[in-house]
């Protein structure tokens, strides 16, 4: 066992026998892997090659992918990710961290040991990034899209990098995605064009009810089993309600546009307007 992990293990084991459990050479089951799809998320738990301890593996769209190196605790002992996906004192790396397949790795010791290689949990295609990259959109000094052409039928994907990190994956395949970062909306749609504003958004978790947006329409807010959504009324009338269950969704009449994230954030845009506004309470 390397110094460094020593180091670390003592570190995190200060209760009981917790020291004795970490170097141990009890088997850790993989446990069955857990998807959640709608988020573009995956995740799997492996045994670590150091012996008590295991391995948390994520794979997300927006992040890439993610390893944490546990005790049997729980406690986290290093971590490598598209920050640093490298970390030798550790004996974990991943490879293609950012790409459709990662992998994991990981050894016990340094030196000529063989890595053993597993594979991350697998992400549906409509969370996997493919196709060619057409362009790049500069958002702000710190902030990018990479806009990806699936195909000429209306599938286009973006990933938008801030400060050189991935933090978003948008999927626009027949219809329109979104995402909402900081305070800025971006909507990418299926013929690959982008729309983006800052500054025109709720806060997360607002009240239920009407809302006016700038150009006179309204939505209202609502909840099922958990799930917001929202109801456009524009001068065409009322249009169903649509539901964010993970992903963000969009709305679009006319100039109007609208976007809802999962946390019930609503956001809007509306063309030929100088000046984005968030829309307005005018109560339940």
């Known amino acids: 066992m390397r110094p460094a992990l020593r180091t670390a293990f003592a570190a995190v084991a200060l209760v009981g026998t917790a020291a004795a459990s970490v170097t141990s050479a009890v088997a850790v089951a993989p446990a069955v892997p857990t998807t959640d799809q709608a988020n573009c998320v995956a995740v799997k738990t492996v045994p670590s090659a150091f012996g008590g301890m295991k391995v ?28 640093r996906p490298v970390d030798l004192s550790s004996g974990l790396k991943i490879t293609g961290v ?23 949990p697998a992400l549906t295609a409509d969370c996997t990034q493919r196709g060619k990259l057409v362009r790049t959109v500069r958002l702000d000094a710190r902030t990018n899209a990479q806009i990806f052409r699936v195909n000429a ?46 500054g025109a958004a709720t806060a997360a978790h607002p009240r239920l009810g009407r809302y006016k947006l700038v150009d006179g329409s309204t939505v209202k807010l609502v909840k099922r089993n958990g799930v917001y959504g929202v109801r456009l009324t524009t001068g065409h009338g009322t249009f169903p309600a649509t539901y964010a269950k993970a992903r963000p969704v969009v709305l679009q009449d006319d100039n109007t546009v609208v976007v809802l994230a999962a946390d019930g954030t609503v956001s809007n845009y509306i063309h030929g307007k100088s000046r984005q506004k968030a829309p307005v309470y005018l109560g339940a």
Not at 169 to 175: E, G, P, S, T, V
Request: hydrophobic share 40%; glycine share 14%; proline share 3%.
């Open 56 to 83: 948390r593996l994520v794979n997300s769209a927006d992040d890439g992918a993610s390893a944490k190196l546990l005790t049997s605790r729980g406690a986290v002992v290093a971590t490598v990710d598209q920050s």
């Open 153 to 198: 039928g209306g599938h286009y994907q973006a990933r938008v990098f801030q400060g050189g990190k991935l933090i978003r994956f948008l999927d626009a395949n027949a219809r329109s995605g979104a995402a909402l970062f900081g305070g800025r909306t971006l909507v990418l749609t299926p013929d690959g064009t982008t729309l983006t504003w800052t």
């Open 98 to 120: 950012l790409g459709a397949k990662p992998v994991f790795h990981q050894r016990g010791q340094g030196g000529s040991t063989p890595w053993q290689a597993v594979a991350f």
